[in-house]
């Protein structure tokens, strides 16, 4: 597989474009400035320091003054200047004292790239930026390090993101219009009585997560901002303060300093129509969650692992929409359109830190009035990761939007390591292990994602074999539970598949959801694998075989692992994990005869669906039956019940079983399973080319996986000689007919 570097995303997504990649590279041989020749510059640069601001400040102020034309220039000149002002440059008020505002910081090498969104090392040859007030930072550069090396040193302190930047979903929790409108508080701040003001997903009841109202948070300070942008028109407008309604949606006096210090930042996040695919198939911005059905059909087949991700992430934002707008209809619904609600739901999926904080933490207390503990507050928020739902009482675990630090891009071996301090509730970042070359970009990581899921949540993936695949075996049903996104959002009431969560109702639609699964587990069991003859049970006959009441332990084992998305995922490790953000190749290359799977799960699914009496030295039902008290966390994986390797014959038989359903899988790609059927596309910027690249991955995956288990059970049958009788398999599945019954004797169970 063609390896290329990772498409560009909004600035913090993706690694580097080709128009930087080749400046670094024409820029990497030149001298850096030694000893005697940077001093010599650094005090040049005092001397003039006097007389370059009387030469432009006029001709800045000018040009910013007409910052609302809609053109490519000034579009930059405003991302120029959020880049290198507004971490770079911010100051605690004179007046407040508070742990938490202490200044921005921004390592005075680093230079700010407009177009791309994001910040590079300078050459020492020139200025960190081309901004003015740099020139100050140069001063300091030379002042603090005179014998700095030409890049940023391995450990150097690069960025400070002070906590008063930061925007956090408990900030958006505690606004006043959210709380009464959607939380259900009254008036008085205190008490929650008015059940109608809650918001809940429709189909579930389920709160929502508390992403949804950071959203709804920012679009608050958003429209409330005397300078905005109309989504869909991109035109800048100044509201006059007769515009401004005396009404819940547009009263943000509790937040008046704050949208004065977060202008800049509100203002240059993404809109739903700065993220339309465009007519040449790339799109910075772009963003599977808002594309139309018939567009990801076109790019990944139906029910596979990457389209079902896309597909919950969409369901999500539109149920979380519709119960905000249901709940708020003459405020949220009258101001709040979906597509503007999409575009800042996007920021938040995309663009949010975690912040770990508790009731010694000062950013947690930031900004309040009151001294109710924390975990009293968060216990009376109803969202899908606090309130009740949250069994924390200290290491709460928020989100929070970072401004600057979301423009870096991502990858899973960065150039530097961000930390958050609970000191101060600041974000620290510091360069990696290695000196950070002149003109290469900031590079961090979000986390060890797979290649569907970062694209699924982030819009973008490295492409250079650094990620790993992901695929999910559960091809006879739907996860109705933990589809993939944990607390954020399930099809399923959250109760009805994690015990953790408590008791509640079950509505009409969720029976019928179950009911519907239900059948569909049976398409599991319908091989019958180790008995030539098909089990069969019969209605209204409650005397049952050995054979028969083994199968119905089965099914009652599926049913509790149904919901339970990584007992289905099977992962491959990165083909190229040591690529580097800046190598056309990685440093070591993959070995193919030598693969890794994490395939334990699925494994053990297989080991339940083929035992037989015989197995477990003729124990396999009192060894299901005792297993049926044991408890199943979705997000531990390792505390689910797993059926051990109980000799050779079953293993044989549980092998075959995965390279059955990964072969099934496999078909489901159609056309691209075809040989030559997954051609790579020649352009390698667009949503062509990425979903390809995570197609093949998955398809590949899917291969080995098939390849390596059929390989393995041949190996068992030979050495241990094994005859055909004891390790029966089906091609063909028996009838459904036969096990239909099955759903009657669970229900009288």
């Known amino acids: 597989m063609a390896k290329a570097k990772g498409r560009r995303k909004e600035g913090g997504r993706g690694t580097e474009d080709r128009s930087l990649a080749e400046m670094r590279k024409r820029n990497d041989n030149k001298p850096g400035m030694h000893g005697w020749l940077l001093n010599a510059f650094a005090m040049a640069l005092v001397g003039i320091a006097f007389l370059i601001p009387l030469i432009y400040t006029s001709q800045i102020d000018a040009v910013r003054s007409d910052i609302c034309d809609n053109n490519t220039d000034s579009a930059h000149l405003n991302v120029q200047d959020f880049l290198d002002n507004f971490v770079c440059q911010y100051k605690p008020k004179d007046h407040v004292i508070s742990?938490?505002?202490?200044?921005?910081?921004?390592?005075?090498?680093?230079?700010?790239?407009?177009?791309?969104?994001?910040?590079?090392?300078?050459?020492?040859?020139?200025?960190?930026?081309?901004?003015?007030?740099?020139?100050?930072?140069?001063?300091?550069?030379?002042?603090?390090?005179?014998?700095?090396?030409?890049?940023?040193?391995?450990?150097?302190?690069?960025?400070?993101?002070?906590?008063?930047?930061?925007?956090?979903?408990?900030?958006?929790?505690?606004?006043?219009?959210?709380?009464?409108?959607?939380?259900?508080?009254t008036s008085d701040g205190l008490s929650k009585q008015i059940q109608e003001h809650i918001a809940l997903h429709k189909e579930t009841k389920n709160p929502l997560d508390s992403g949804a109202y950071l959203a709804v948070y920012l679009l608050r300070l958003l429209q409330s901002s005397p300078i905005s942008c109309l989504a869909e028109t991109n035109e800048c407008r100044s509201k006059d303060s007769q515009d401004i309604e005396l009404v819940p949606w547009t009263d943000i006096e509790q937040h008046s300093e704050r949208i004065d210090l977060l202008r800049d930042y509100l203002n240059i996040l993404p809109t739903y129509a700065d993220r339309i695919p465009d007519s040449n198939n790339y799109n910075m911005h772009e963003h599977p969650i808002t594309w139309s059905k018939q567009m990801l059909e076109s790019l990944f087949p139906k029910h596979t692992h990457t389209y079902n991700l896309i597909v919950s992430y969409q369901t999500m934002v539109h149920s979380e929409y519709n119960a905000l707008k249901v709940t708020s209809q003459e405020e949220f619904g009258a101001h709040v359109n979906y597509s503007e609600y999409i575009g800042m739901r996007i920021n938040v999926i995309s663009r949010a830190f975690s912040a770990i904080a508790n009731e010694h933490n000062p950013g947690s207390s930031w900004n309040t009035v009151g001294s109710r503990p924390l975990s009293d507050e968060l216990m009376s928020y109803t969202t899908s990761n606090f309130g009740a739902a949250s069994k924390q009482t200290s290491g709460f675990k928020f989100r929070s939007m970072c401004p600057l630090l979301d423009?870096?891009?991502?990858?899973?071996?960065?150039?530097?390591?961000?930390?958050?301090?609970?000191?101060?509730?600041?974000?620290?970042?510091?360069?990696?292990?290695?000196?950070?070359?002149?003109?290469?970009?900031?590079?961090?990581?979000?986390?060890?994602?797979?290649?569907?899921?970062?694209?699924?949540?982030?819009?973008?993936?490295?492409?250079?074999?650094?990620?790993?695949?992901?695929?999910?075996?559960?091809?006879?049903?739907?996860?109705?539970?933990?589809?993939?996104?944990?607390?954020?959002?399930s099809p399923l009431?959250?109760?009805?598949?994690?015990?953790?969560?408590?008791?509640?109702?079950?509505?009409?639609?969720?029976?019928?959801?179950?009911?519907?699964?239900?059948?569909?587990?049976?398409?599991?069991?319908?091989?019958?694998?180790?008995?030539?003859?098909?089990?069969?049970?019969?209605?209204?006959?409650?005397?049952?075989?050995?054979?028969?009441?083994?199968?119905?332990?089965?099914?009652?084992?599926?049913?509790?692992?149904?919901?339970?998305?990584?007992?289905?995922?099977?992962?491959?490790?990165?083909?190229?994990?040591?690529?580097?953000?800046?190598?056309?190749?990685?440093?070591?290359?993959?070995?193919?005869?030598?693969?890794?799977?994490?395939a334990k799960r699925i494994l053990s699914i297989c080991r339940l669906l083929s035992l037989t009496v015989d197995d477990v030295g003729g124990e396999a039902m009192d060894y299901l039956r005792n297993s049926l008290s044991h408890g199943y966390s979705p997000t531990s994986p390792e505390t689910h019940f797993q059926v051990e390797m109980h000799g050779s014959t079953l293993e044989y038989r549980s092998?075959?079983?995965?390279?059955?359903?990964?072969?099934?899988?496999?078909?489901?790609?159609?056309?691209?399973?075809?040989?030559?059927?997954?051609?790579?596309?020649?352009?390698?910027?667009?949503?062509?080319?990425?979903?390809?690249?995570?197609?093949?991955?998955?398809?590949?995956?899917?291969?080995?996986?098939?390849?390596?288990?059929?390989?393995?059970?041949?190996?068992?049958?030979?050495?241990?000689?094994?005859?055909?009788?004891?390790?029966?398999m089906r091609e063909r599945p028996c009838s459904l007919e036969y096990s239909l019954p099955i759903l009657n004797l669970d229900a009288s169970t």
């Not at 510091?430 to 950070?436: G, M, V, W």
């Not at 019969?538 to 005397?543: A, L, V, Y």
């Not at 059955?660 to 159609?670: C, E, K, P, Q």
Request: hydrophobic share 35%.
């Open 99 to 185: 742990k938490v505002d202490i200044p921005g910081y921004c390592h005075p090498k680093l230079q700010s790239i407009p177009q791309n969104r994001t910040q590079l090392v300078s050459n020492s040859q020139i200025f960190p930026s081309t901004t003015l007030f740099l020139l100050k930072r140069t001063i300091q550069w030379w002042r603090d390090a005179p014998y700095h090396s030409d890049g940023i040193e391995a450990g150097e302190h690069v960025m400070t993101l002070p906590r008063p930047l930061q925007i956090w979903d408990l900030d958006a929790l505690r606004d006043r219009f959210i709380q009464q409108h959607f939380l259900g508080y």
């Open 407 to 489: 423009m870096y891009n991502s990858h899973p071996n960065p150039n530097v390591i961000w930390r958050y301090d609970p000191l101060t509730s600041s974000y620290n970042i510091l360069a990696n292990n290695n000196t950070i070359p002149p003109n290469h970009e900031i590079i961090v990581s979000y986390g060890k994602y797979t290649d569907g899921h970062l694209f699924a949540k982030y819009g973008y993936v490295n492409g250079d074999g650094s990620s790993k695949s992901e695929v999910s075996l559960n091809i006879f049903h739907r996860i109705l539970g933990d589809v993939g996104l944990s607390w954020q959002f």
């Open 493 to 598: 009431p959250f109760h009805l598949w994690n015990q953790q969560y408590g008791d509640g109702s079950v509505s009409a639609n969720s029976t019928q959801l179950l009911d519907m699964q239900s059948k569909e587990l049976l398409r599991y069991l319908m091989f019958d694998d180790g008995h030539k003859e098909c089990i069969q049970f019969k209605n209204n006959d409650n005397s049952l075989t050995k054979q028969q009441e083994l199968k119905l332990l089965k099914f009652q084992h599926l049913k509790r692992l149904a919901n339970l998305s990584l007992a289905w995922i099977v992962r491959l490790p990165a083909r190229f994990p040591n690529a580097q953000p800046y190598s056309d190749k990685s440093a070591v290359q993959g070995d193919e005869s030598r693969v890794g799977i994490d």
């Open 655 to 728: 092998l075959m079983c995965v390279a059955r359903l990964s072969d099934i899988a496999f078909r489901r790609y159609g056309q691209y399973s075809q040989p030559n059927g997954n051609p790579e596309p020649k352009d390698r910027n667009g949503r062509e080319w990425t979903a390809w690249y995570i197609r093949d991955g998955e398809m590949r995956l899917l291969s080995i996986l098939r390849q390596t288990a059929m390989n393995e059970a041949n190996k068992i049958k030979h050495q241990n000689q094994l005859k055909d009788e004891i390790i029966f």
